[in-house]
């Protein structure tokens, strides 16, 4: 790969920010932080359209206690965390009136919980939050710009099966292929499989080709559709994935994007 290329590369996968476990271990699906921060902080604009007077800032998410993590049941991602609760952390400013800033954290941190379990899947069990500044009217609150993620939004390549004309160095291959019809044939039946589940917007290949098969493992990688829970998606992409094989290998799913 060329400097440009890698570089590119680099900055993708920074991004992403942390690869989160989605579900349980056995489930063998991650979620991308970047991903989750999207949704995370259109739950808390909602509470804030409600008059809360509530405005999220930085927003972090981790493993609550790493040493009660367990492992997973496939191969992960690179640098992937293993399964384990999660814990949120943010700040937020606040009106100086309105609502006591007790109830308004509590809501805030409700709807930060609900948000990660209902439209994601993450196993959240702890919410920290911290009021970094209070201002005098609701017009005051400004929209906080998430922490540089790299690439920002475009980070997201999305899969073209019918593109062909990029070269190695300048635009990656839509599947990993290994020497062999046989290898090929495999990620080819495993892209569709993937493809055509509901809930899959596209599969995408921020770190590299969508679907990878490496010693009877394969990794697939994709955006979800907006209305679709970012778990339910992942667990029948596995299943459809295995099935497409003849030899059932082992499958983890990547969820880099939630629409």
Known sequence: MAPDGL??????????????????????AWLAEKAADSVL?????????????????????????????????VPPPPGALPPGPLRIEADFT??????PLPHRAERLRIALREAASARLGLAVTAVDLRVTDLVEAAEELVAATPPDEG????????????????????SPQPVERRDGPEESGRVDRAAAAAAAVPGVARLTRTLGAPVQYTDGHLRVELATAAGHRALAVAVAVRRAVAASQDDRPTVAVLVTHVE
């Open 7 to 28: 570089t590119r590369a680099v900055r993708r996968r920074l991004g992403l920010g942390r690869l989160l476990p989605l579900g349980e271990a056995s489930d063998g």
């Open 41 to 73: 902080r259109q739950a808390a604009a909602e509470v804030a359209g409600l008059g809360v007077g509530v405005n999220l800032g930085r927003l972090r998410i981790g493993l609550t206690d790493p040493d009660a993590a367990v492992a997973p049941a």
């Open 94 to 99: 606040a009106t100086a009136v309105g609502e």
């Open 151 to 170: 690439n920002g939004g475009g980070d997201d390549e999305t899969y073209e099966p019918d593109d062909s004309s990029g070269s190695p160095d300048s």
